[in-house]
């Protein structure tokens, strides 16, 4: 990203603004509608198996491994001497992937446009015109020697927004069981955000936590004690194990939080949200087209709460050698990827 981009890519709206109800939400509560939105709704969370085949996981996982290597900084998936920082592009939390373009990647916006994964959202949603978000994706080494990591229980919906303003997704692409790290969901702690939040509560002081001028971000970082007030009303912290080509979809609202892989098996997954267009604003859909125009990721959120990612990636103190400010493979841009990117009309 050079300082030029960085200063054109700015919000219009004041942080308060992002906090309006958006036109047409829905209130879920109370319908029913016999198929796997029922459950969705229940627990905050459900898992679609196979939503792409086992063949195409392993051509996603191709394209991601092809993307380290792209760097050249001697990473060799082969090799684990070389699954550490100074050979890989800068991630944050071992393995999220948001800096050198990595959103617009061609691998990203085909898994976006995958006929199944537009499926899932359209149908929960019970709209074709949706937005997605420009996303990272995840390439987890497992044993990393060099990391400290310990859980960070949050969810990505402030809690002055009312009712269910974001969903998240995950493609999966790896073998992802119990030591393969991965996400973890307190089921059922969707359905108790606004009861939790009727009383003040503070965010936890994790050694990951943002800065207190972040507040008005879509992050709540759980305490232990708050862990357990979900607890005590029947939720359960579950580890989601997946197959290559399944997905997880849940409710922004849930508590969770991503597992470092302990296992031998790399564990590799593209993050997919989408909302409805028309929770948009004129305000911020400008400021995604900006940043779809110069490949630039955003947040979970694809309709607010677009916080450009425009920072470069830091190594060591300094912008990363590496820093790139487009994708090594351009996506193709069809249709539903101009639509999802909320830059050609529906
Ligand atoms: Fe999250």
Redesign the pocket.
């Known amino acids: 990203m050079s300082s030029t981009q960085t200063e054109t890519v700015t919000e219009t709206v004041s942080p308060l603004a992002k906090f309006s109800t958006p036109k047409d939400l829905v209130d879920f509560s109370g319908m029913t509608f016999g198929d796997w939105r029922d459950e969705f709704h229940k627990n905050g969370c459900v898992v679609f198996k196979g939503v792409i085949t086992p063949e195409k996981a392993q051509y996603y996982r191709e394209k991601q491994l092809k993307w380290l290597h792209n760097f050249e900084l001697g990473f060799d998936e082969n090799d684990e001497s070389t699954w550490t920082a100074e050979h890989l592009p800068v991630s944050f939390k071992g393995g999220m992937y948001f800096a050198y373009g990595s959103p617009h990647e061609s691998m990203a916006w085909e898994a976006r446009t995958e006929p199944a994964v537009m499926e899932i959202f359209e149908k929960l949603w019970g709209t074709k015109e949706l937005l997605s978000s420009f996303d990272g994706m995840n390439i987890s080494l497992p044993r990393r020697k060099d990391l400290e990591w310990s859980p960070w229980p949050?969810c990505?919906q402030n809690p002055a927004r009312e009712g269910m303003q974001a969903v998240?997704g995950l493609l999966n692409y790896a073998p992802n069981g119990p030591k393969d790290g991965g996400l973890m969901l307190m089921k059922g702690s969707a359905k108790l955000f606004e009861e939790f939040f009727s009383t003040p509560r503070e965010f936890y002081a994790h050694e990951d936590a943002p800065p207190p001028e972040m507040k008005y971000m879509d992050l709540f970082l759980f305490s232990p004690s708050d862990l357990k007030w979900f607890e005590d009303r029947s939720c359960e912290m579950i580890k989601v194990d997946m197959e290559p080509g399944d997905f997880v979809l849940w409710d922004s609202r849930t508590m969770?939080?991503a597992c470092l892989p302990e296992g031998n098996q790399i564990r590799h997954v593209q993050y997919i949200c989408m909302t409805p267009k028309k929770f948009v604003t004129e305000d911020q859909l400008k400021l995604k087209q900006d940043c779809f125009n110069k490949w630039i990721g955003t947040t979970?959120w694809p309709h607010c709460n677009i916080r450009p990612a425009a920072e470069p990636p830091m190594r060591n103190g300094k912008v990363c050698p590496k820093n790139r400010t487009e994708p090594f493979e351009k996506p193709e841009l069809t249709k539903d990827v101009l639509r999802l990117a909320g830059v050609e009309a529906y």
């Open positions: 949050h990505d998240q969770h939080y979970h």
